[in-house]
């Protein structure tokens, strides 16, 4: 078997700091790389699995049936890849599901037109199909609730437009540029990634939040108020425009949450024709409809994983872990949310089955469940599996993980690696992404990046790491919306990440070492 090895001295056209103490160099297989580029490049399963997870599984709601279809589908087909002890693991208990099984709103006076709008997650049914006066309330503050006293009985009431759209002269989809990548290639340990997301940093997090959270609760206020009144329904508007409505829960989904009334997101355009209809005096009349139904027999949270058994004696007790999470949200199909990432990663483990690949340690994907209520599924796993942060009582396989690996940020390519602060990782994520620069993979950056699953690894001191993407369109159209579909997705760019993903597997797998892990972090009672 050919073996390429790669120092950090072949690595200095990546732009790479020099170090202290120079490393021992990586060993890679140019044999086993060539394999994995071969079967995922000129074999591609990818677009086959998102295609299920989308198109067939569709929506796949934290709790709902579509994930249940989906966490079956993929241990089903990841049995069929090859691997062993495929399970659908509960984590523990998160609450109700939720599904949708009719949704229609349109506009029946003073013409007929039919509306865009999403029932929110955890919204009951309508008492059948609704057509309704609809009544214009603008709350700033509680003192204004009296002036809608006694005026909202059966009423269809549509919520103001907080930020109307605007023409918007900058392209939706982006990849990063040369620039971008060496701002993150220069970026000292810690901090957001702004760039990698596409969107700037916030200048007081800390006063957004604040406002944020009194117009949470002025919100729930008139919610109370518009149920005693006796309103039918409620129109809010949804972020987003051009039809773009990114949808969110109007309930809680624990199993004891209170009543709400029926709710649907609404496109800001739509919301705002009836807006200044009714603020002319023009009566507006609205027909809807939504049927929805609760699954509150198994209040049950599942994770699906699979392995591949390592092979060397002294190693096959380590675990490389690799994963994303298989959730998503309701207004369409959650194909960059995050079916591509799910997609990546079973293809990854494909790939190195069909290219008859015997790794060290054993490699175990996993696929998370409710993600998009808090990384429920991964903080649970890790809680179950390795440490609880809130103690840090290391248990047993704390110290048999070798990495895990994550994908979670759209549908775009992978262009490099968060290092997550860890100094150490950064010359050997250097040295494996260099057989991939001519595909466009090559930055490391020690910045941190958040908000997906690897953070309940790097949580409890674990090497947890999210790769670095091309934004594409993922926070301006699609990211939890009802764009969120299979004709999002680019085979390319999954292709490419798929043979990244299986590389950086294979590697951490192959290693006399593990990874190198940052210092045990204190712990850190929940909030």
């Not at 050919?2 to 200095?12: D, E, G, I, K």
């Not at 086959?48 to 934290?62: I, N, Q």
């Not at 995050?338 to 997609?343: E, R, S, Y």
């Not at 999210?466 to 926070?475: K, N, P, R, S, V």
Request: with cysteine.
């Amino acid at each position: 078997m050919q073996t390429l090895f790669l120092t950090l001295a072949a690595a200095s056209l990546l732009a790479v700091p020099a170090v202290a103490q120079t490393p021992a160099p990586e060993k890679l297989d140019a044999a086993a790389l060539a394999k994995i580029k071969d079967e995922g490049l000129n074999r591609s399963k990818v677009m086959e699995t998102a295609f299920y997870l989308t198109d067939v599984c569709g929506p796949r709601l934290a709790g709902s049936e579509g994930l249940a279809r989906a966490n079956a589908w993929t241990k089903k087909r990841l049995t069929d890849y090859g691997l062993a002890n495929a399970n659908v693991e509960a984590w523990g208990d998160f609450g109700r599901g939720w599904d949708i099984d009719k949704s229609y709103v349109a506009m029946t006076a003073p013409y007929y037109h039919a509306l865009i709008g999403v029932p929110k997650a955890w919204t009951p049914s309508t008492a059948g199909s609704l057509r309704r006066q609809v009544a214009y309330v603008n709350v700033k503050e509680e003192a204004d609730f009296a002036k809608y006293k006694g005026q909202l009985r059966d009423k269809i009431v549509v919520l103001p437009v907080a930020t109307p759209p605007q023409p918007n002269f900058e392209p939706d989809a982006k990849r990063l540029t040369a620039d971008d990548l060496q701002k993150l290639t220069e970026a000292p340990a810690g901090g957001g990634a702004p760039t990698a997301a596409n969107r700037p940093a916030e200048a007081n997090p800390e006063a957004r939040r604040a406002a944020m959270l009194a117009a949470r609760e002025l919100r729930q206020k008139l919610g109370d108020m518009l149920m005693a009144e006796g309103t039918a329904a409620i129109l809010s508007p949804g972020r987003g425009s051009d039809g773009t409505v990114f949808t969110t829960n109007g309930a809680p989904y624990a199993a004891d949450a209170k009543p709400v009334l029926p709710e649907l997101e609404m496109s800001s355009e739509d919301q705002l024709r009836l807006i200044r209809l009714v603020e002319a005096g023009i009566p507006v009349e609205v027909e809807l409809e939504t049927k929805t139904h609760f699954q509150a027999q198994d209040l049950k949270g599942y994770n699906v994983v699979a392995e591949i058994p390592g092979t060397d004696k002294k190693l096959k007790g380590e675990v490389v872990m690799l994963g994303g999470h298989l959730d998503s949200w309701h207004a369409a199909t959650g194909a960059t949310d995050n079916a591509a990432g799910v997609a990546v990663m079973m293809e990854a483990v494909r790939i190195l089955k069909a290219s008859g690949l015997k790794p060290r340690r054993t490699i175990r994907i996993a696929l998370w469940g409710e993600e998009e209520e808090g990384l429920h599924g991964s903080r649970n796993y890790v809680k179950n599996h390795f440490a609880d942060p809130a103690t840090m009582m290391l248990k047993p396989d704390h110290e048999k993980l070798a990495a895990y690996f994550n994908l979670d940020n759209g549908a775009g390519k992978i262009r490099g690696i968060y290092a997550q602060g860890n100094e150490a990782v950064k010359p050997i994520f250097t040295a494996w992404l260099a057989p991939f620069a001519d595909m466009g993979a090559s930055t490391v950056t020690l910045r941190n990046t958040g908000s997906t699953d690897h953070i309940a690894f790097d949580a409890v001191g674990l090497p947890g790491f999210q790769f670095i993407q091309d934004g594409l369109d993922y926070f301006a159209r699609t990211h939890h919306s009802n764009q969120d579909t299979y004709d999002r997705l680019v085979a390319d760019d999954l292709k490419q990440a798929s043979v990244v993903v299986a590389s950086f597997a294979y590697n951490a797998a192959m290693r006399d070492q593990k990874l190198p892990r940052k210092p045990l972090p204190a712990a850190v009672k929940p909030q």
